[in-house]
Each structure stands twice: as C-alpha cells, then as structure tokens.
C-alpha cells in the first residue's frame, strides 16, 4: 500500500501497485479513482456513463431489506449445543442422541417493540431465537425471555402489536409499552394480564442478554423412535445467573449507551467469556395434562417448575462474534416451523398462527422462497430435493429430472425415506368448525397472582412501581382505571399499590373474571430473579473511578481481585488520556467520566489523591456518577479523599453497609461483598412510599 498521496483536488487518497488489494466494481473491473465522479471538464456536469459511480450509488440505493415487524432490533452470535443426556426415550431427534456431540448454533436475541435503531433498555419482552443446524436438518426454537404470552390467539396478534408500537397517525411512541393504546387494548384484552405481570418485573429491563432465562413459551411435543409422544417445554437456564437493572438506570443507560446489551455480548465473547445456558425440558403425559389446572395448549400459562422439574439436558456455548452483521444477524430467518423428527407441534393456536407468520415474513423480507440458500439460514447437513429456481437460487442441481417420481435410476435424483423421514405425530382430531375460544383457556387471574406472591419484596415493589410508571403514561383515566381493576384481580396488595402510585382515591370495581380465580396456588420460587442470583460476581463490571494519584497499590489490588473473579474492570478518569498513579505507574482509561457513567457498571470505586478529591466533588458528572450508584443500590467503595464527593453527591451521611471505605487489603473483601449484586437495603428507604 502506497503512502497517502494528494489528489488533483488536494484530498488524501490512498493507492495501491498489488493486483490482489487492488478494488474493483461488482463486475470485477479494477478501479482507479473511487473518489471523483467522471465529468465534463474539472467542475463541468457528470457524465452518465460512468459506470463507476453510478454502479456504487445503485448498490448502496438498495442496502436496506425491510427490518422485522416485530424484534426488529436483535444481536446475533453463533455458538454451538453439547449434549449432556441423551434422550432416545423420549425423542429420536438426531441431536439429542449422543452424549458429548457438538451442534453449530446461531442465536439471535432481541426487543419486541422497537425499530432496528431503537435503543436496548426498553422495558420489553426479549426475543430468544437459536437455529441448530443438526446432522437431520434446521431446529429453530423460536423463544422469549418471558415463558408466557399476551394473546391465546395468533388471530389477535397483528392488533397487540399495532397497539404496542406507534401510533399510525403520529408516529409515536416508539420502543415502549408505555402509553394509552398498549393500555388500552390490554385492558380489553383480560388474558394478557399474567404477561404483564413479568413485562412490569425486573424481568423486562435484563442487565445483559447473558444473564436471562429462555422459554420455548408453547408446548411441544417429542416423539421417540416407536413413535410414543410426550409433551414438553423448553428453557434456557443461564449459567451466569440471572440479572435486571431497576427502571431509573435502564432509562439512564439508553442515554448513555443505547447499544449496552450488544455491546455487553459482543465485549464478553470478544475478551473470551462464552456465556452458556443449560437446555431444560419439562416433560409430562396425557394424565399430567388432563389433571394440570390449566390448559396446557394455552401460552399465558406457566406449568410450575415445582409440578414438573426442568431437567437439563444440554449446553449452549455463545463463542464467536459474526464477521458481518447484515449477513447474519439481520439476514437469519427463523421459523416456528423449522422442527426436526423427533419434535413436533401441539394444537396451541398461537404456534399454528406462528407457522404461518414466520415462513411468510421471511418471504417478504429475504425477497423470495431461496432465502434458505444464504449461508446464515442454509442447513449444514445435505440436502436433496427438486425445489428449484426462483429469485437468487444459489444451489442450482444438475440433471434433467426437477420432478418426481421418476424412472431416471440413479440419475432420478433423491427419493423419499419413511424410515428416517419426518412422521408426524398421529394425534386424533375432529371436531366441529367454529371460531371459537375453549372454555378452558378462560382463567385470567391466577398465575398472575402465583407470579406476585413468588416474588420477593423488592421484586413486588418494583412490579407495582413498572405498572403505576407506565400508566401515568396513559393519558386517559378510563384506560389508567380499567387496567386497575384487572390488578385487583389479581391480588389486594398491587392493586392498593398501584393505585396509591398512581394517586386513585376511590378504587374502582374490580373487573369481573370470565372464570374465578383460583387463590390457593403456591409460590414458586423458580419464578424470582433475586431467588436465583448467582452469588458472584463473575461476568459482571467493576467501574473504578481514578484519579492522578490514586494508590497503585490499591488499584493494581482491585484489577487482580476483580479479574480473578472472572469479571471486567473499567477504568473512569477525568480525561481520555488516563491518569499517573502514586507511584508514577500510568493507566489508560476506558471511559472519560461523563462518558463512562455509573448506571453502566455493577459496582463502582472512587479512588483519588486528596487534592483531586476536592476538585472532582465540584463536577456534576461525578456527583452523578455517585448518586446514580447510591440510588440504584450499587455497592460503592471508597478511599478516604473521596469523601468531598460523597458530600457533594448527598450519600455522605446516608452511609450503609453498600458504601465501603477501602484500602489496598480491602480488595478481596470487596469482590466478596459484590457477589450480592446490589444492596436491596439501601432501597427500602428511597421509594415511592416518601411521595
Ligand atoms: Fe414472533 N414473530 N410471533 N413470537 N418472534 C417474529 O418473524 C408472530 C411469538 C419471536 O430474531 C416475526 O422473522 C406471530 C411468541 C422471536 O429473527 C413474525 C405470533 C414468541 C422473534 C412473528 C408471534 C415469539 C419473532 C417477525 C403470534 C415466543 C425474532 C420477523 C401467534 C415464543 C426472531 C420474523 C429473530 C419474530 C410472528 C408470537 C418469538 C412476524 C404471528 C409467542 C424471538 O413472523
């Protein structure tokens, strides 16, 4: 490569003499100058037959394919699944038969509501969406992080979705719930109150899509060798534990990093931390379904890990980042229908809509049906089959025989194996044609109410406060009030919440249940995420806020105590360049302080020299850095010359034993201490009950 050399107009350009770097236009055709249009004369009009140019702008012209109608926006990473248990009695998909076998994975993860330039801390169900490309074909399980669904029917779904997403004639709001029409067609819509149930939890704001549950959400069924059918649910359980951000830092993040969940993953796996999750099923039989107190067709229904244990039989490893993001991410094309023998669909009218929904979508989106034919989507097993031409058919068969049967022998092409070919499970039908919805999908109330009593006090208070946040958001009282009475069904203590959140005097009537309430289910704990903490602080994010001076000694403590618990130190400093310690050691920062704010770390130190000390507790972004951490429960620690922050910031002299004052022995302790996550104490004292 030459070095920069100016060209005519004074521009850098850069140039090269090698044939195989030398750039070329889509016809192969070298190129000489890519940076000034063919015209008449130096600053006459430009001429049509530049090729080039014209070439260059026609591509970029078309660049963009429609983005998903829902969970437009989304993060892929690839991976692979390793079997643990086998499972031959129960099913005769090929990847769930050998221990120790190794399928390639892509999953993508995603939000529901926004654009594809949307911001990642919406409050939102996240999509969950892993293709395995098994040795007999594409498996997409198409998932969220919410086990539960808003609608029983996929006929309802295009009006959830126009009702969550902007309005058509002002254009907004975009990537949130909160607003009158999602309240106002869920409080018409009674079966979606146990959804939003866990859209209002912690659930809905993920710290990291590496710290979050999976559900196939639908009942499956599998199917074994001799044809014997269970049913089943999927989970994905992650092995970093689970974790959520409370509301006020979610709103701060998307202002200070709107890409925090793609960079998190991207960050994770770039620096070699693979996050796993353990594949889970719940298997049960026909005398369980009869006897459940639900139907188990209906997906705003839970079965309770206490009644049916989720056994894990598997492990998802996200190890590589993808080399192009249109390519993969934006261009993967799951499908509900994508199942494999061994696994087969139930009669949930919610996946049948969706086997229609996704192959249709993936038409409009990919231009065509040969969408299978781009490497992220194509199966990396063999295929034979006479589907053939269409737009941008890449894998194109030789042979004159594009029909079967066929009398052309071994020239006829592939043919049909009911040995290993897909057999669908022979349930019995019949029935009368009617539009119609089962009696037994008619209970509205009373999962909502087992999932607010499982929940931990922090949890109900944050569950109470997402509600009255987003219904304060309603315009019209009618819409605020009839979603209160659905939450009085649900259990006295949200609905007094709520309606003390939202300033209601007189309660209204509670809305009147299509079938009563069972009152008696039993917690489960499965259903908490601070139930399920991880009890480390591995994969998370230390902020350690330096200044010049700062004690070496502590700092190089801290980077080796924090990184032997397997997670991420940044370094925050008054100024890019970084800083000098004590003892003349230089540290490059991460983040300048205003760029690199608290609610983007799981824990935070202030280390200063004390003529720092006083001068960054005049600055507004430190002090926000600081209260911001105090507010959202962080554990802060602290060297002495950090106090005139602390002051300056209002946590002075609202010490607690979340605010750790800390010297070079104190590292290790401290890694300890944040293996809580969050002090959950600190926040009893500060909530909405002061207003
Ligand atoms: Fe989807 N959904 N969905 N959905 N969904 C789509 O397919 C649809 C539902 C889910 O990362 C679309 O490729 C209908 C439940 C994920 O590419 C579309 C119904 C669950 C993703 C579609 C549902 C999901 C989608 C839009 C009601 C959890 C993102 C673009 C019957 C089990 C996949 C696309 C990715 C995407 C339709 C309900 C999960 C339009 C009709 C329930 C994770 O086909």
Known sequence: MKEIDLGKGGEPRQQTTDRDRTMTTAQGGPIADDQNSLKAGPRGPVLLEDHVMREKIFHFDHERIPERVVHARGYGVHGHFELTEAIPDLSCADIFQRVGEKTPTFTRFSTVAGNKGSFDLARDVRGFATKFYTQEGNWDLVGNNIPVFFIQDAIKFPDLVHSVKEAPDRGFPQAQSAHDNFWDFISLSPEAVHTTMWQMSDRAIPRSFRFMEGFGVHTFRLVNADGKSHYVKFHWKPRQGLQSVVWNEAVKINGADPDFHRRDMWDAIDAGDFPQWDLGIQVFDDDFADSFEFDILDAT???????????????????????????????????????????????????????????????????????????????????????????????????????????????????????????????????????????????????????????????????????????????????????????????????????????????????????????????????????????????????????????????????????????????????????????????????????????????????????????????????????????????????????????????????????????RDGAVDFVKTCRKLRFWEREAGHCQDAL
């Open 301 to 663: 229904k839970i079965i309770p890990e206490e009644q049916v244990p989720v056994r894990l039989i598997g492990t998802l490893t996200l190890d590589a980042n993808v080399d192009n993001f249109f390519a993969e991410t934006e261009q993967v094309a799951f499908c509900t229908q994508n199942i494999v023998r061994g696994i087969d669909h139930t009669n949930d009218p919610l996946l049948q809509g969706r086997n229609f929904s996704y192959l249709d979508t993936q038409t409009k989106r990919l231009g065509g049906p040969n969408f299978t034919h781009i490497p992220i989507n194509a199966p990396k097993c063999p295929i034979h089959h006479f589907q053939q031409d269409g737009h941008m058919a890449m894998m194109n068969p030789k042979g004159r025989a594009n029909y079967e049967p066929n009398s052309w022998g071994e020239d006829g092409g592939p043919r049909e194996n009911p040995e290993i070919g897909f057999a669908s499970h022979p349930e019995q039908v019949s029935g009368t044609k009617q539009r119609t919805r089962s009696e037994t999908f008619a209970d509205h109330y009373s999962q909502a109410r087992q999932f607010w009593i499982s929940q931990t006090e922090v949890e109900q208070r944050h569950l109470a406060a997402g509600y009255t946040f987003e219904l304060s958001k309603c315009q019209h009282e009618r819409i605020r009030l009839r979603m209160l009475s659905h939450l009085m069904n649900v259990h006295d203590d949200l609905g007094a919440m709520v309606a003390k959140g939202l300033g209601v005097s007189e309660m209204p009537e509670p809305a009147t249940p299509a079938r009563a309430p069972i009152t008696d289910l039993p917690p489960s704990d499965a259903l908490s995420i601070l139930k399920n903490g991880p009890d480390s602080f591995a994969g998370r994010k230390l902020g350690l806020y330096l200044s010049d001076g700062a004690d070496a000694d502590l700092v190089t403590a801290l980077e080796e105590a924090f990184r032997a618990e397997g997670a991420m130190v940044a370094i925050v400093a008054p100024h890019i360049q970084g800083v000098t310690l004590s003892d003349g050691t230089k540290r490059a920062a991460d983040e300048k302080i205003d760029g690199g704010p608290s609610v983007v770390f799981d824990a935070v130190v202030l280390a200063f020299s004390d003529e720092a000390g006083k001068r960054i507790a005049t600055d507004k972004p430190s002090q926000d850095f600081v209260s911001d951490a105090f507010a959202h429960a962080k554990f802060i620690a602290w060297t002495g010359a950090a106090m005139p922050l602390l002051k300056a910031a209002g946590a002075a002299d609202r010490m607690d034993g979340g605010m750790i004052e800390i010297d």
